[in-house]
Structure formats: C-alpha cells, structure tokens
C-alpha cells in the first residue's frame, strides 16, 4: 500500500521476476518489491535512461532477464536489472523502423525471444534489431491490439483486438478467426 512505499494504491500491471522481486506498474511509476522495502522507478527529466512515461500499462520478465514495460504514451521500456538503467523504443514519425506507436497495451516473448507488442496502431514485433508492423495493410481488422499471445502447438499468434475480436497470425499472414 501507500504507507509502504508504493507510489499509489492504483496497480495496472505486475509481475514476479525469476529473482523473486514483484514489479508493480502504476500510473505514478513502476515499483520494485524486494521482500522489505519498495524501489520507485519514475521518470526524470532530460534522463533518457530513465522510463519514459509514468503511466505503466504492462510489464514482463525477457528469457535474458531484462524487465520490458510498456507505457501510455511513452512508448516501450527495456529495463536493465544489472545497471538499473531503461532503454526507450518510441515512435519517430519519419522512421519506418521505429515502433509503431508509443501506447503499448500488452507486450510478450515467444519461444524464439522476440518480443510482441500491442498497440493502438497495430500488433509489432521486435527481434533485438528491428521493428515490424502488422496493421491492417497486412490484415488486421482492427489497429488497437489489446492482447496477443503464442500459440506454440499450432505455431501461430492469436490477437485481441478492440472491437474486432480475434486474430491470428501464421507465417507472417494474419486473418480473422470466427467463432
């Protein structure tokens, strides 16, 4: 709670990392739980290895151990446990390799380490070197990805979309999945 040392009472996101810390996301910061006492990371001014947004959607724990979080309005977050430093992925409006937005509503690794992020411009992935969208040039029905999770037996993605249900990507091509 407040009183020990959480920034709000307000949780938008957690996660138990394999070390044992629970990261809780915020709309005043991220939170880091060691079993005694809180560690409030926010973000600082003219700090770009701070976070940069406040406002925590999401987070999870990386197969490397990086904690990724994602942010309204400030794009994704790469934190770095060893230095305790953020890495920022935002949108850049002339960079096509740049993320695709910088309001991330859910984020998650599959079994190869890249790393899957819904936005409200598309569902994007990112391999450790670039940044790919899969909008509705490609055959999504709807650009606000809320969800997208690996569907390893059928080696597929299945997306949840605002409005539009259900999607699902294989090999790269997406199409609408009926119920």
């Known amino acids: 709670s407040i009183e020990h040392g959480l920034p709000q009472s307000s949780a938008k996101a957690i996660l138990q ?32 290895q701070s976070i940069s947004n406040n406002y925590v ?21 790469r934190f770095n ?19 695709s937005s910088n309001n991330i509503h859910a984020i998650a690794q599959d079994d190869a380490g890249n790393i899957w ?5 598309g569902l994007v992935k990112y391999n450790g070197q670039e940044f790919v969208v899969f909008g509705s040039d490609k055959g999504l029905k709807s650009n606000f990805v809320i969800d997208v999770i690996e569907d390893t037996v059928n080696e597929q993605y299945l997306i949840a979309t605002w409005g539009r249900g259900i999607h699902v990507l294989k090999n790269d091509s997406i199409f609408k999945k009926e119920s």
């Open 81 to 99: 446990p060893a230095t305790e430093k953020f890495t920022r992925y935002q949108y850049q409006e002339n960079n096509h390799n740049s993320i």
């Open 57 to 77: 959607t999401n987070t999870i724990e990386g197969k490397n151990g990086y904690i990724w979080v994602g942010t309204r309005a400030g794009g994704l977050n």
């Open 17 to 48: 990392d394999r070390l044992g810390f629970i990261w809780v996301g915020m709309e005043e910061g991220l939170a880091r739980y060691d079993g005694y006492e809180f560690k409030v990371f926010k973000k600082k001014l003219n700090d770009t």
């Open 117 to 121: 992020i819904g936005t409200d411009d």
